[in-house]
């Protein structure tokens, strides 16, 4: 089931057998509900025509800090969607956190952390961009 340092999305059925993946098994699984009950009483967003082929976009204070596409998602979206539902009643308007792409500050060179005053604005092609100051 595990391939090189991660999961292959292929062999990752929506019934696992009791096999979870390691984001499952450790307490931080959703360590940002408050973020999740925020966005979630959004007004509500039409479906996107592909969710596995959006571009999704972070910058800090205008740099571009990530830059990819929800076609690298691990596990597609009907996969995570059963998963969840396994734990979890969802509903319409909520939003499944599924992990972030290269570019996370921690990893570059110099490492770049987020301080009081950044501006920080993400944004899902075709859903939206969503932007908050750090305090």
Sequence with gaps: ???????DRDSFPA????????????????????LTVALS???PVSPPTDPHNL???CSVNGRPMQDSSTQHLIFGVPALIAWVSRFV????GDILLTGTPAGVGFF???PVFLKPG???QCEIEELGT??????
């Design 1 to 7: 089931m595990r391939t090189g340092m991660g999961w």
């Design 15 to 34: 019934d696992t057998g009791g096999v979870t993946p390691p984001f499952a098994q450790t307490p931080h699984v959703f360590p940002q509900v408050g």
């Design 41 to 43: 009483l959004c007004p």
């Design 55 to 57: 571009w999704i976009r």
């Design 89 to 92: 009643t969802l509903v319409p």
């Design 108 to 110: 570059r060179k110099p």
């Design 118 to 120: 950044d501006e920080v």
């Design 130 to 135: 969503i932007c908050n100051r750090v305090v």
